[in-house]
């Protein structure tokens, strides 16, 4: 298991977030004709700027990365058709992807190391099929709108590590919006809007997946919009963390959050309402055996009651945060999650 991290950001890391976050401004800040300039500048009327580094998972200094800065320092490209997209997510060259329009895919398509893949303005929009990371790594996906995948829209698998998944949109995918597995590791997943999803976020695949998966699956999920979506916010077995902070369930039909097969779960800060089941977990969930969570912090109107069990390992053994009153998360998701202008600091 990697060790955590022992002290502050160096300074090399340190300049690395801040070129990190000017690559990323730039890659937002010229929109082609037809689009918003308005919806591509930041910081918003809501008060926000960019965020330069993710915080959580995706920013551990672990498996030989040192955070997560995607295609930064690499050429940026614009795309706004499939044939180019495609050759460039394969590419094995380090590049901030732009998206520009709508792009028609099909499956699941592989995404190699160091990409920055960014909508721009509102226009960035993947339909039809998905993203795939196949021992893949430094990869951050944002400002995108993933609609009516035929299978997953995100797939993080496959001992692929340092992946953040931040500011996008999900409805309509036949599978998973997002789903970790097969022993991935290090990722946050972060201002999201999962727009009247079915199954928004599965962590490990099988209750029989424990030779890949146990020691690994650490996964932060914080301030996204769990907007009317049935169920896996997330759906978890065997990861240990995963931290879920600071998120906004509203009206999600089947439950919240389930830990089963001795995953380990923080839920902490957010915000239920509307949720007959928020957290599962000494009962386990439908065929998986019981897992282990620990809740703090949280406000639950006209929701249930949560089931906790057993003790977890801290996210502060990994990493430094702060969590935002739980009173005030639904109207700053509700502002700053999914695509367009609204941007966090976190």
């Known amino acids: 298991m990697s060790q955590p991290p022992t002290g502050p950001l160096s300074r090399r890391a340190a300049l690395r977030a801040v070129a990190a976050g000017a690559v990323l401004a730039a890659a937002l800040s010229s929109v082609p004709a037809g689009a918003s300039a308005t919806s591509a500048a930041a910081p918003t009327a809501a008060g926000s700027a960019m965020a330069a580094a993710p915080i959580g998972f995706a920013s551990v200094n672990a498996l030989g990365q040192n955070g997560t800065t995607g295609g930064a320092g690499g050429r940026t490209v614009t795309v706004t058709d499939a044939d180019s997209f495609l050759e460039y997510i394969d590419s094995k060259e380090t590049l901030i992807i732009r998206v520009a329009g709508t792009i028609e895919i099909s499956s699941k398509q592989g995404v190699r190391p160091n990409k920055t893949i960014i909508g721009v303005g509102t226009s960035g929009h993947i339909t039809g099929g998905g993203l795939d990371f196949y021992r893949s790594y ?27 998944i931040d500011h996008n949109t999900f409805s309509g995918a036949v599978d998973g919006s997002i789903d970790v597995v097969r022993g991935a590791d290090y990722v946050t997943v972060s201002w999201n809007h999962f727009d009247h999803a079915d199954k928004s976020m599965l962590i490990s695949h099988s209750d029989g997946a424990s030779g890949t998966d146990v020691g690994h699956l650490k996964v932060t999920i914080h301030h996204n919009f769990f907007d009317n979506s049935r169920q896996r916010h997330p759906r978890i077995r065997f990861g240990e963390p995963v931290h879920v902070l600071n998120n906004y369930f509203l009206g999600n039909e089947l439950y919240g959050v389930a830990s089963t097969e001795n995953a380990g779960v923080v839920v902490e800060g957010n915000y239920f309402q509307d949720v007959p089941h928020p957290l599962y977990s000494a009962s386990g969930y439908a065929d998986s055996g019981p897992g282990r969570a620990v809740q703090r912090n949280n406000i639950f109107v006209n929701s249930g009651t949560p089931e906790t069990a057993g003790t977890v390992v801290e996210p502060r053994t990994f990493y430094a945060y702060t969590v935002d009153a739980p009173s005030g998360v639904p109207a700053s998701v509700r502002s700053g999650a999914g695509i367009g202008a609204q941007w966090s600091t976190l």
């Open 138 to 164: 430094n990869v951050i996906v944002r400002n995108i709108r993933f609609t009516d995948a035929e299978d997953d829209a995100v797939n993080v698998g496959q001992q692929s590590h340092h992946i953040w």
